[in-house]
């Protein structure tokens, strides 16, 4: 495995891996590649891999459909299949292209990403902050889509693209009610309160910002890691601070113990582990080496989410999973068929933006070292014993996949979240979220939340 950024299970128990090789400043050479790993005899170890699409330009993201994949490779949206069963795609197609800014410099950290199934039958994705004029291949530019300052989502089948609230950086998920959440490298966990598709049109009102922080402590709140810190992060730090390089002087000059690197929040939404972890989140930090861990919880009703260590781990200074290796690096996460968390560990020497190293710095490192290496770790509750792949009720994986394999079939479910709720479909629960709007210094606005 190499450089695993992204992971897909299909209907059969498949494994796509999109690994971004060209990671950071080798884009040109289209390095990147899905690969597809096969556990042949059912022991929930892969024995079987086959390189399923290849020479892509940083490819991010992968999303199954239709016995194929969607493909996040900035500036396209792909769609790769495999039709005579030998484990390579045959078909591709160009579904979408223009994500990014036209003529500029694509920033490998903040492409588009995060492709998934959503709770409306859509496919959903993040523009990573970079947004992009985007429209199907032959359709003239004077009709693209602007997604400046916006996530999307569009129907697999018509091709409809709509923006949507958003943006992430690396990093959005839908927990089990499909509330969806986001992250970005210094703010590590936020949700979001509303969707366009919610709300009528008021020319009159401006609505409050749908991306809401709802970490306890903050954005970039203190981690706790084990691995040493780096020699030329704490130079770097000593410069900023002294003024000798530009850069933003993060944590009041600390080198490291808040999140500067946070990525691919994942909302646990698998059986494996006990119900107390049911729509939690899970983030990396991935330049502090470790995964941390959050509880999402609704105080006396409230309509805004707070998210909170587990009791007692902010005393014992540690986090759910970190490392000694400075090496670690878990830039994503996914719910597998069986229940358990899998973590791409991209295992990389040098995960720093390349544009935020200072040229003294830069020319002593060797930012490809690690190119050739990658890991994915499942993590297994104890005691668990791996379950037969097959659909359970527990678990939100087999859920959404199947009302994805429904849809395939032209038999839809009803959207997960039906518009206009705020977690439900019942009257209260709309006017629970109308008022939420209200004391959100929005009281003209009127919302399909009002509507019986």
């Not at 940083?58 to 239709?66: E, I, K, L, M, N």
């Not at 994949?69 to 030998?86: E, Q, R």
């Not at 602007?146 to 569009?154: E, H, K, P, Q, Y």
């Not at 409230?302 to 878990?330: C, H, M, V, Y």
């Amino acid at each position: 495995m190499t450089d695993p950024v992204d992971l897909e299970f299909d209907a059969e128990g498949r494994l796509f891996v999109v690994e971004m090789r060209g990671y950071s400043e080798r884009r040109e050479e289209a390095l990147g590649r899905i690969k597809l790993l096969i556990d042949e005899d059912g022991d929930g170890l892969f024995d079987k891999a086959t390189i399923y699409a290849e020479n892509l330009k940083w490819p991010t993201s992968a999303c199954c459909y239709d016995g194929g994949v969607f493909v996040a490779a900035s500036p396209d949206l792909l769609y790769f299949k495999d039709t005579d069963g030998d484990g390579v795609a045959e078909v591709k197609k160009t579904v979408f292209t223009g994500f990014g800014p036209a003529g500029g410099r694509l920033n490998m950290q903040a492409l588009l990403n995060s492709l998934q199934w959503g709770p409306d039958n859509r496919i959903w994705g993040t523009t990573g902050r970079l947004g992009g004029q985007v429209r199907r291949p032959g359709q003239p530019a004077s009709e693209a889509l602007d997604l400046r300052g916006a996530d999307f989502s569009f129907d697999p089948v018509s091709l409809d693209l709509r923006p949507e609230n958003g943006t992430a950086q690396f990093g959005m998920s839908f927990d089990s009610e499909g509330r969806r959440y986001l992250c970005s490298n210094s703010n590590h966990l936020q949700w979001v309160a509303w969707e366009r598709s919610w709300l009528d049109d008021n020319p009159y009102h401006r609505m409050p910002s749908p991306v809401v922080n709802v970490a306890v402590g903050g954005g970039a709140a203190p981690v706790f890691r084990s691995s040493p810190d780096e020699p030329w992060r704490i130079v770097r730090t000593r410069w900023r601070v002294s003024g000798v390089v530009k850069g933003i002087v993060e944590g009041g000059g600390r080198v490291s113990g808040y999140f500067t690197s946070a990525s691919g929040v994942t909302l646990y939404v698998g059986d494996a582990f006990p119900d107390s972890y049911r729509d939690t989140a899970f983030i990396g930090d991935v330049g502090s080496n470790l995964v941390h861990h959050k509880v999402i919880h609704r105080r006396n009703g409230a309509i805004q989410p707070l998210a909170e260590r587990i009791a007692g781990e902010f005393d014992k200074r540690t986090e759910f999973l970190r490392s000694e290796d400075n090496w670690f690096r878990p830039v994503n996460f996914a719910n597998g068929p069986d229940g358990c968390l899998y973590v791409c560990d991209m295992y990389r020497e040098v995960i720093e933006h390349p544009w935020s190293l200072p040229a003294g710095i830069k020319r002593h490192l060797d930012l490809n070292s690690g190119n050739d290496r990658g890991r994915i770790w499942r993590i297994v509750p104890a005691g668990h014993s791996r379950p037969p792949h097959s659909r359970r009720p527990d678990n939100g994986w087999w859920r959404r996949l199947h009302r994805r394999l429904a849809y395939e079939k032209g038999s839809p479910a009803e959207p997960l979240l039906p518009q206009g709720s705020a977690g439900g479909a019942n009257l209260e629960d709309r006017w629970a979220l109308a008022f939420a709007l209200h004391e959100m210094n929005t009281p003209e606005v009127m919302t399909k939340a009002w509507r019986t």
